[in-house]
């Protein structure tokens, strides 16, 4: 782990551009997003057309290069962002997470130009989305089972597999999917390839009916005999398992901010409550019962914020972020399952129902214990940094 306080002379200060960045997604956020979320939710209704304006805000490429069709921030901007929009919808939230750190990323740094030039830069641009296809049915934690198949056909991939639980499954044009060339390598036999919707044998399955995150797009997908042309390979034969390793890194800091944004927005909202609502004569705010657990929850969501900018800072400055990020997203998603709980609770009765938003970050949080790496998978990344000293 590099040590901050060396490396980074402990600046805190943010510059004219992140403000900016994370002010237009607080704006965005507070008046397009908030309105519907509650329907959304309850509808399991993609946000299209939220979605579609965060394309052209710049949002969704946000991290890219101007030159492929991206916004060229930084990744403390990403972090801002992701947490301002998750204060309000989760789902939304995470279509940004994927499409940057996922999909973005893994084509910017690990594409060839051709593949920048044909796939990065719509994504870029937000006019297609993307999906990262890595979970299957018996291969979750275990990522290096991939039962998913790609046969080396010559000038093409023979593609066959199921791919379970992905993220923009059905809204998705361009997929990065995981496969096995060659089981007899373990995970050097594993190969990602872009595979585009609409190829013959992709078949996108069943739409998830979800705790949380209802508004996200959750489905299985199925390829049979699809033929994905060799040029769609991400990197060297056999680079696919350290490519989503790499991409998966990046993407627990845009998983981590969600989490920090679900807390945030939670404890704003009982922070206010408990402001408004009397009880035995004064403010619940003013009962030491109340204040203490504001108290609680302020503290782990500043901690949670900044372990999630330090792990930003590191990839911005092209440090190893790989512990880091695992870091900020075990305990940001462990802070936002706690400080949602409490919400609900400080809410009493009220917390309890949709209006009030609480019970709906209390069910979002939950999933960013899970995706990207479970917080048991988290562990496992951090304990081997913290054994190889
Ligand atoms: N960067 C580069 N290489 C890496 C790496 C990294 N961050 N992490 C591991 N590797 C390399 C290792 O060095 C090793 O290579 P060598 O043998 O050449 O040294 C190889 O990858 C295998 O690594 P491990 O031996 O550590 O593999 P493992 O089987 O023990 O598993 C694991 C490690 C951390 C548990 C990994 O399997 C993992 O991260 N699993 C979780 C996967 C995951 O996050 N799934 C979520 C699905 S995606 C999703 O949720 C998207 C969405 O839609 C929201």
Redesign the pocket.
């Known amino acids: 782990m590099q040590d901050t306080a060396t490396l980074a002379g402990l600046n805190f200060e943010l510059s004219e551009e992140q403000l900016a960045a994370r002010d237009a997604a607080r704006d965005f956020a507070q008046n397009v997003l908030k309105p519907g979320v509650i329907d959304r939710d309850r509808e399991q209704r993609f946000p299209a057309e939220e979605i579609k304006q965060l394309g052209e805000l710049g949002f969704l490429g946000m991290m890219v290069d101007p030159k492929y069709g991206g916004g060229g921030m930084d990744t403390i901007s990403y972090v801002l962002v992701m947490e301002e929009l998750s204060k309000v919808d989760a789902s939304a939230s995470?279509v940004v997470?994927?499409n940057n750190s996922?999909v973005c990323y893994g084509l910017e740094n690990y594409g060839t130009e051709e593949q920048k030039q044909k796939y990065l830069v719509p994504l870029a641009k937000g006019e297609k989305i993307g999906?990262?296809c890595?979970?299957e049915p018996e291969a979750?934690?275990?990522?290096?089972s991939q039962r998913t198949t790609a046969i080396d056909m010559g000038d093409h991939y023979l593609l066959n597999g199921t791919k379970n639980?992905?993220?923009?499954g059905g809204t998705a044009s361009t997929y990065l999917v995981i496969a096995q060339t060659d089981a007899a390598k373990g995970?050097?036999g594993i190969n990602c390839l872009i595979v585009e919707k609409g190829m013959p044998g992709f078949v996108v399955g069943a739409k998830e009916d979800k705790l949380g995150i209802r508004g996200s797009d959750?489905h299985t997908l199925m390829f049979q005999d699809v033929k994905v042309p060799k040029e769609n390979r991400i990197g060297e034969d056999g680079f696919g398992?350290?490519f989503?390793?790499?991409t998966?890194?990046g993407?627990?800091i845009g998983?981590a901010s969600q989490a920090l944004g679900i807390a945030s927005g939670a404890y704003e909202l009982a922070l206010a409550y408990s402001k408004e609502r009397k009880a035995f004569g004064k403010a619940i705010s003013e009962h030491q019962a109340i204040a203490f657990k504001l108290a609680d929850m302020a503290t782990e969501i500043e901690a949670a914020r900044l372990l999630c900018l330090k792990a930003a800072w590191l990839k911005d400055q092209h440090l190893n972020y790989?512990q880091a990020s695992a870091m900020a997203k075990v305990f940001a998603s462990e802070v936002a399952m706690k400080t949602t709980v409490e919400a609900v609770q400080i809410h009493g009765g009220y917390g309890f129902v949709k209006e009030y938003h609480v019970e709906r970050l209390m069910r979002d949080a939950k999933i960013t214990q899970i995706?990207?790496?479970?917080s048991e998978?988290q562990r496992?990344?951090i304990s081997?940094g913290v054994l190889k000293g």
């Open positions: 995470v997470s994927v996922l999906a990262f890595l979970s979750g934690s275990d990522a290096t639980w992905i993220t923009n995970h050097k959750t398992f350290t989503a390793m790499k998966l890194s993407g627990r998983i790989d995706y990207e790496g479970t998978v496992i990344v081997r």
